[in-house]
């Protein structure tokens, strides 16, 4: 074999893995990766930060479901990257941080930006790992590759030494190929345990996680549940797993992004199955009423997530995809019929009466008039995304979302300033796709040097900010502190102009007050968008005191109203 430089060999390999685009900043202790990175045809776009680098490898990651790249030189560059590496941890998804790093001769000398960027990476990583003799990138670039994409997803981070960088190896790319991974396969006996389960049931319902849609299993669940009638919630981060116009949508439950409907519905269930969701605290709120008398099934890719919260009267190791294929099957081997029509007709009732409202007029706007305009304006095939706070709160709420990979949050990590990066991720890994970002006033702020990238490299996109021009989470704390301190965010009648702001970057925007405006902004944004191929905001100025559900479990956010009807099978459940 012809010996050829490490990090052609390097590239070659990232190019095999699907990746044709990266983000990233060059430095000193980098450029050998990036002199073999500029012969190649992955594209690359240079970022203002290591931190919006890992953002947007996260956003297209999300997007097309292969492993995001994301690259920065040695010390500040890998510290930069570390926030991106823990959201991308806590949500499950798949990328690779590559950092380069002084000569391994300097490391300990405390040479100029040398810092042992691996042992910091490490808890917020599937695996950290440095590069210490040439001969091993190729395959430590693999196997990243295949740890990220395995089993439960989740990042990866390389630190390559400047003198590894530049050296030779002997590699052949012509007889090379990507490392397989496993199906992870329902143990059959367990698949049958559930459905005996459902046939006992009377109000079941499958509450569908991120990873339905991580493992791309959003047309699987709904051939389950319209073959065995069993009604379906989502998690936010299962948010498009699932149609909401569908008959068989039963809502969303939790604390804070959740509908009163949803909740409602949940806690009138006896079953719920639960398939790549990892019961996260914002969703169940208080353990005991979230539990109440009903029971578990916990269906997960990861061993040690299933028990992890409480402990489910089944668990069931599987891929999510894998796992309702072979419960479809089951079914239809057993000739399984079973009828839920009265908890369907319950389910209509509550949806039909347990509603929020959301045609407010008022001035200053409602959120809920914001989000009623997002969905009556945009189709099914837009893409969301939104990062942390009230306005993810009444996203979850108010926004209705149909696709899978189409609702793209920030679940667990929430970062603030996560948007405007991951939306140019979005964007670059869909270009045709209409791509909106929704945000508020203070995220915006977080990472708005990377709407800079998103010009350069005309990577157009519409934000819609809901500004209400204070820390609205913190001022209605749950814990009682009543915060005003240290809250408001305003120094003149609008605090930061963000239009300026949006032109000081190359790109515009239009402020609105009167909700009737709303509308007529989002067809000039997308047009704006389309025609100067760069961001475009919408800002709208909300009611200040705009309150949202808040609570510490989920009946206590259902503003629960007397129904005609009495609960199918009634329970109290929790």
């Known amino acids: 074999m012809a010996r050829i430089p490490v990090m052609q060999a390097v590239v070659n390999v990232i190019r095999s893995e699907e990746v044709d685009t990266v983000f990233g900043c060059p430095g000193a202790a980098i450029l050998p990766l990036y002199d073999a990175m500029r012969r190649s045809d992955i ?14 490898a996260d956003g297209w990651a999300r997007t097309t479901g292969r492993v995001g790249v994301a690259i920065g030189t040695s010390g500040p560059a890998g ?7 823990y ?42 790992v440095q590069v210490k003799e040439a001969a091993q ?88 549940a319209e073959q065995l009638g069993v009604p379906v919630h989502v998690t936010l981060m299962g948010k498009g ?15 804070q ?80 019929k079973l009828d839920f029509s009265q908890w369907h007709e319950r389910i209509s009732v509550l949806r039909n009466s347990l509603t929020r409202r959301d045609d407010f007029d008022d001035i200053p706007i409602k959120a809920p008039r914001v989000f009623k305009e997002i969905n009556d304006f945009y189709g099914p095939e837009t893409r969301f995304v ?24 920030c679940g667990q990590a929430g970062p603030l300033g996560w948007e405007i990066p991951a939306a ?66 305003h120094y003149d009648e609008y605090g930061a102009d963000n239009v300026k702001i949006m032109e000081a970057y190359g790109c515009s925007g239009r402020r609105i007050t009167d909700p009737a405006e709303i509308r007529e902004a989002l067809a000039w944004a997308r047009e704006q968008a389309a025609r100067t191929r760069r961001p475009v905001l919408v800002e709208i100025m909300i009611e200040r005191e705009e309150n949202a559900a808040m609570g510490t479990s989920i009946d206590s956010v259902i503003e629960f109203d007397p129904l005609p009807e009495e609960p199918v099978g009634a329970t109290k459940g929790g």
Request: glycine content about 8%; some cysteine.
């Open 257 to 336: 992004t959740s509908q009163r409907w949803g909740n409602a519905s949940f806690l009138e269930s006896d079953l719920v199955i639960a398939v790549g969701a990892r019961f996260g605290d914002r969703h169940t709120g208080d353990l005991s009423t979230y539990r109440g008398e009903r029971k578990f099934v916990h269906v997960d890719i990861e061993p040690t997530q299933i028990g992890k919260v409480f402990e489910a009267d089944l668990g069931v190791v599987s891929d999510a995809r894998l796992f309702l294929d072979a419960l479809f099957q089951a079914a239809r081997t057993r000739g399984m």
């Open 241 to 255: 797993a699932f149609a909401e116009d569908h008959p068989l949508f039963a809502g969303m439950a939790g604390i």
């Open 424 to 489: 140019i991720g979005v964007k670059c890994a869909k270009p045709d796709a209409e791509v909106v970002a929704v945000v508020g006033d203070y995220s915006f702020q977080f990472m708005v040097e990377e709407l800079a990238v998103a010009a350069q490299y005309e990577t157009p996109y519409v934000i819609v900010m809901l500004n209400n021009e204070y820390l609205g989470l913190i001022r209605q704390s749950e814990q009682g502190y009543g915060m005003n301190y240290e809250v408001d965010l």
């Open 87 to 128: 959201t991308a941890q806590a949500d499950s998804v798949p990328i690779i941080a590559i950092t380069g790093q002084a000569a391994r001769a300097k490391l300990h000398q405390e040479a100029f930006q040398a810092v042992d960027i691996v042992e910091i990476a490490k808890p917020v990583t599937k695996w950290a």
């Open 137 to 224: 990138a190729p395959w430590i670039f693999r196997e990243a590759f295949r740890i990220a994409r395995s089993g439960r997803p989740g990042p990866v981070l390389i630190d390559l030494p400047l003198d590894v960088q530049r050296q030779e190896i002997e590699w052949d790319a012509d007889i090379d190929a990507p490392l397989p991974t496993s199906a992870v396969l329902a143990h059959l006996p367990r698949v049958e345990r559930v459905l005996d389960m459902l046939a006992e049931a009377k109000r079941p319902l499958i509450l569908a996680g991120g990873g339905v849609i991580a493992s791309d299993g959003a047309e699987s669940l709904r051939l389950v």
């Open 79 to 85: 510290t930069n990257m570390i926030t991106g590496l």
């Open 386 to 409: 939104t990062a942390i706070g009230l306005y993810q709160i009444w996203s979850g709420q108010f926004q209705k979302i149909y696709r899978p990979r189409h609702y793209l949050v």
């Open 43 to 56: 594209r690359h776009l240079i970022v203002r930060h290591e931190e919006g680098a890992t953002h947007m």
